[in-house]
């Protein structure tokens, strides 16, 4: 079943599915396997987060990546569009939501 098809119950139970290969695939030292795995995980994360709380037009942090930011000019889906900051010569690229520091609204008082 694809991401996009899936209640937040499944998701949530696709993704510790994948974890759980992950965390094998790593111990067992296939480290392609547990690359594609994890990007896996961060799609189905993505399929969680709300979209309508990205700011487009401005720089948001990474995940992972300290002193690097991304540059959103779109959304698509679940993929923000976008550059790298400092600009790392890969262009333009997509990158999953879940990647994304996305900072939460303070709510109005």
Do not use: C
Not at 51 to 57: F, L, Q, R, Y
Not at 59 to 65: C, H, K
Not at 72 to 97: C, Q
Request: glycine share 8%.
């Amino acid at each position: 079943m694809k991401f996009s098809e899936m209640s937040h119950a499944d998701l949530l139970n696709e993704i510790g599915s994948l974890t759980e290969k992950a965390r094998k695939a790593e111990q067992m030292g296939n480290i392609s396997e547990f690359a594609v795995l994890d990007r896996k995980i961060s799609v189905a994360k993505s399929y969680l987060i709300d979209a309508s709380k990205v700011n487009i037009g401005e720089l948001t942090g990474l995940r992972y990546e300290t002193n690097t930011y991304f540059y959103v000019e779109e959304i698509r889906g679940v993929f923000a569009w976008g550059y790298k900051v400092p600009v790392d010569g890969n262009g333009r690229m997509a990158i999953p939501l879940d990647l994304l520091i996305i900072k939460e609204e303070v709510p109005k008082v």
